[in-house]
Nanobody, 119 residues
């Protein structure tokens, strides 16, 4: 599967952005999907993930209640709705796909989209 992330940009603190991750070559319904981010000088961090069915989601504590992952398998796309943005959310965001929910191994990665939140 090939992944293309988009939707990043500049937002003010308290604002919102919606990231999209479009899949090609294979149906995204075959994959559990995740969003990661990497801020300058920091390690990559798992932000949230959504299971194939969409029924199971997980979020890192720092984004709970503010970020929501969703998927539209008919459009072969997953989303990350980011509300109440904070400057510390500034990072490059990546989407990733894996076939085994319990595994830490991801088979495909998107190219990353920059999110910058100003105070």
């Amino acid at each position: 599967v090939q992944l293309q992330a988009s939707g990043g940009g500049l937002a003010q603190a308290g604002g919102s952005l919606r990231l999209s991750c479009a899949a090609s070559e294979e149906p995204i319904r075959n994959y559990h999907m995740a969003w990661f981010r990497q801020a300058p000088g920091k390690e990559r961090e798992l932000v949230g993930r959504i299971a194939r069915s969409g029924a199971v989601t997980w979020y890192v504590d720092s984004v709970k209640g503010r970020f929501t992952a969703s998927r539209d398998n008919a459009k072969n796309t997953v989303y990350l709705q980011m509300n109440s943005l904070k400057p510390e959310d500034t990072a490059v965001y990546y989407c990733a796909a894996k076939t085994v929910l319990s595994s830490s191994q991801y088979q495909a990665w998107g190219q990353g989209t920059q999110v910058t939140v100003s105070s």
